[in-house]
């Protein structure tokens, strides 16, 4: 059973700290947790945390001269002013238990992150159902091309750096605003930027009206003197703007929008474009990332960036030598037989969908082969349809399904990768259900050749799959 999120907000967890400086975080190896512990040791706090198992994360917080511990003990906690943990740490957790019955304020990481967060003047997140990781990204680039200071938590590592976060200024905060079990609503934001709204983590909200409710209670959280730059090509979006009592700013490509897309070039899977502002050009953008949809992130940082005061030369250049964040269509190698290897995090039906579709603009790509590890059984049973169709009405050649990935949950839908591999094929789509990995491995190696395509997709641990795949499949013909 996962913790709650807790609402103390800034100005308590402010009291809270005002007794000691000795912070504990469970789960420190998590992509935000990591970040906030490291924002923490930078501000002077006496940082340590548990974490299952090591990692590349853990390596470089040790690295830095934070403790942690792999075995979790509840003496751990001792003296602490408060513990931070992570959602998906578990109630039995001993450190957990520990503090409460020490009296230890415990602090869910959305409720942490907010109170870090007051310190910075202008607070630019990112919400919305896909595209949070790539925009928050977008805006880091442009921070640093502008030279302006600034820091970044963003949700995945980015290519250039290979770290999820950016410790800088206090000028510009850029932030990746997390809905799941309304995390996004402790953030405050002055900037509050809405990519789409489209159902997702079912397991948290019952229907499409509680996840809206809940974006758009996020977006008045910029309040009279902030922005709500949200999408006016998204029909969940459109849905909020009755309720939106902060000052909208728009931006789209195909509706009439503040900031919009002109004169768009397809080339090799890269667009190019212009940004528009009420009939003038702004400047042209060329994206070093694939894909058609990421012109609507790069009009959502644009918007942002301009409304907080960077020129529109420095945010092009910025988007435009943007390369792109982890497993978000990252290419990892090659198999034996000169197959090339991508991995995605793609776990929802539409950010499939925006995947196949780039991938298949992409130039040269002779077969396109996708093997996917769904994610959750709650989202695999509530959006089966979509998911079927999302691969069936695709470029892909090929579908290979995993295990669906638990994370936190227990299959009791009655839902297998293999039942959707079934309806995919039903549909006319080749698509097979694997046994294990190496399964998944030897199958796309044994045949893939110079000029295909692999793509190993998914939010879970398939991305093993993408390094098994490297070399392998035997001597090049």
């Known amino acids: 059973m996962s913790l709650p999120n807790t609402h103390f907000g800034p100005d308590s967890i402010l009291g809270m700290l005002e007794k000691g400086k000795k912070l504990f975080f469970l789960g420190i190896g998590g992509v935000s947790m990591n970040s906030l512990a490291h924002l923490s040791h930078e501000r002077g706090f006496d940082v340590a945390g548990y974490d299952r198992t090591p990692s590349s994360i853990t390596e470089k917080l040790e690295n830095n001269g934070i403790t942690v511990y792999y075995d979790s003990d509840a003496s751990h906690v001792e003296n602490c002013a408060a513990v931070v943990y992570t959602n998906a ?75 999820c976060d950016r410790l800088g200024g206090k000028e510009y905060y850029a932030f990746e605003a997390c809905e799941y079990m309304d995390s996004f609503l402790n953030f405050r934001p002055t900037t509050a930027i809405l990519l789409n709204v489209e159902l997702d983590h079912v397991d948290y909200f019952p229907d499409i009206d509680a996840l809206s409710a809940s974006c758009c209670r996020f977006l008045n959280l910029a309040g009279d003197d902030g922005y709500a730059v949200v999408n006016a090509d998204d029909p969940g979006t459109a849905r909020l703007r009755d309720g939106i009592k902060t000052n909208v700013v728009t931006f789209g490509r195909k509706n009439p929008a503040d900031y919009s897309s002109a004169n768009e070039e397809i080339g090799g899977g890269f667009a190019s474009f212009d940004v528009m502002h009420d009939g003038k050009k702004l400047a042209r953008v060329r994206l070093s990332i694939p894909g058609e949809h990421n012109i609507s992130n790069a009009l959502a940082a644009f918007a942002a960036c301009s409304l907080n005061g960077i020129g529109p030369e420095e945010i092009a250049g910025g988007l435009s030598r943007f390369s792109g964040i982890g497993r978000r269509m990252e290419k990892i190698g090659e198999t034996a037989r000169g197959a090339l290897i991508y991995t995605d995090y793609a776990h929802h039906p539409s950010e499939i969908r925006a995947t196949l579709k780039a991938a298949g603009a992409m130039k040269g790509t002779k077969r396109l082969r996708v093997v996917f590890q769904p994610h959750t059984y709650s989202r695999t049973a509530a959006l089966f349809d979509d998911f079927t169709a999302a691969f069936a009405d695709s470029a892909v050649d090929e579908v290979l399904l995993c295990d669906i990935y638990a994370a936190r949950e227990i299959n009791t839908y009655g839902v297998s990768s293999a039942d959707l591999a079934g309806a995919v094929a039903k549909l006319g789509k080749p698509a097979f259900a694997a046994a294990d990995f190496e399964e998944a491995a030897d199958r796309l190696a044994a045949d893939s050749e110079e000029g295909d395509m692999i793509i190993v997709m998914g939010a879970g641990d398939v991305v093993k799959i993408s390094n098994m795949l490297v070399g392998r499949g035997g001597d090049k013909q």
């Open 89 to 163: 740490m578990s109630a039995d957790n001993p450190e957990y238990i520990r503090a409460r019955e020490l009296g230890i304020p415990c602090v869910s990481r959305a409720d942490f992150l907010g109170y870090l967060m007051m310190d910075y003047r202008r607070r630019i997140g990112v919400a919305g159902t896909h595209g949070k990781s790539t925009t928050t990204g977008l805006l880091d680039s442009v921070f640093r091309f502008a030279g302006v200071e600034s820091t970044v938590m963003g949700g995945a590592p980015m290519k250039d750096t290979g770290m």
